[in-house]
């Protein structure tokens, strides 16, 4: 075998030496000025779309120690009900078990101020249905059905109110650096959903605003795992805020149902009904851990997921390309 790839090595140096070198278009392939095949020299380069979903919560240490130094400059908010508890505690959970990913919460009043020395993790918004003005830590109902309501069904007075508030922020030295919505219990349009993210999106690249909107999937536990019509349903509805990121690469995900249906150990657990399989959340993400249990309606072990996939997709808003 050596002998082989000596007599290859020789015979390609001289035809290098001798001819000119060109790259096809795909950038795949050097070729010689004659056409003749020499060698595949690099690869076709990823996508490079911020997709956070199972693949990647345990590439939460592969981040460099600059990006972890980036991301304790942010200020991030993801609103939202019950649900949205899951992302705060998960990033104080992953603080316990190491202090480089050290994290802030603060669940009421003025958020704080500007620091490199940790995460700013919140679900505060500078205005909200209810009140045009004013740190608010919870949607307001539009109708009588429940704070949730708001959270997905896209209401013009709230986005005008929530859109404006990032870019109050921004002017007050609060500049978000990422929001989302943390999706929760409801079964409502995600149409509807997929308008309001937009919108925010659409506001913040039309009046200068540098806050990263992500979109996020939502909840794959309690009765949206069962065999049940309802909770397939529910899982049509993530797939299709799914297929909405993946149709422009400069959409960000959150995919918190993916993240929530795989265990540690990389298995799926999935429901059928009629004849459809599904994804639900794997059992060992209702379990405790580091003392917590139940928050957010999941466990410790899920929290955790979801700490270590934020982790990671903030660095990667911040800059890094994720090798």
């Given at each position: 075998m050596?002998?082989?790839?000596?007599i290859l090595f020789i015979l390609l140096s001289g035809s290098l030496y001798a001819q000119k070198i060109s790259v096809s278009k795909n950038g795949n392939w050097a070729?010689?000025?004659?056409?003749?095949?020499l060698?595949?020299?690099v690869a076709t380069p990823a996508s490079t779309q911020i997709i956070a979903n199972h693949t990647i919560v345990d590439r939460y240490d592969d981040i460099p120690a600059n990006w972890i130094d980036s991301v304790k400059k942010m200020f991030v908010t993801i609103p939202g009900e019950s649900h949205s508890e899951g992302y705060r505690t998960g990033a104080l959970l992953l603080e316990q078990s190491n202090a480089t990913y050290a994290v802030s919460v603060v669940e009421s009043g003025t958020p704080e101020a500007?620091?490199?020395a940790n995460l700013r993790l919140s679900r505060a918004t500078w205005g909200n249905y209810a009140n045009e003005t004013g740190w608010q830590y919870a949607f307001q109902s539009i109708d009588a059905g429940g704070g949730e309501a708001t959270s997905y069904i896209y209401n013009a007075t709230e986005a005008a109110r929530i859109a404006a508030g990032l870019a109050y922020a921004h002017a007050n030295d609060l500049t978000i650096a990422a929001f989302g919505i943390g999706y929760c219990y409801w079964d409502g349009w995600y149409v509807s959903?997929?308008?309001?993210?937009?919108?925010?999106?659409?506001?913040?690249?039309?009046?200068?605003?540098?806050?990263k909107v992500f979109f996020t999937?939502?909840?794959?536990d309690n009765y949206m795992s069962e065999a049940t019509e309802g909770a397939y349903n529910s899982s049509l509805r993530w797939t299709y805020i799914r297929d909405?990121?993946?149709?422009?690469?400069?959409?960000?995900?959150?995919?918190?149902?993916d993240i929530l249906s795989y265990n540690d150990a990389g298995v799926l657990q999935t429901q059928i009904w009629d004849g459809h399989t599904f994804n639900v959340i794997h059992p060992d993400n209702t379990e405790g851990s580091v003392g917590v249990w139940g928050a957010g309606h999941i466990g410790g072990n899920g929290c955790m997921r979801l700490g270590k996939a934020l982790w990671w997709m903030l660095a990667r808003m911040a800059g890094w390309d994720g090798n």
């Open positions: 050596k002998k082989v790839l000596i070729i010689s000025k004659s056409g003749n095949l060698v595949n020299y500007y620091t490199d959903y997929i308008t309001c993210i937009q919108a925010y999106i659409d506001y913040c690249t039309a009046n200068d605003v540098p806050t999937t939502g909840p794959v909405y990121v993946d149709a422009d690469e400069t959409r960000i995900l959150f995919d918190y149902a």
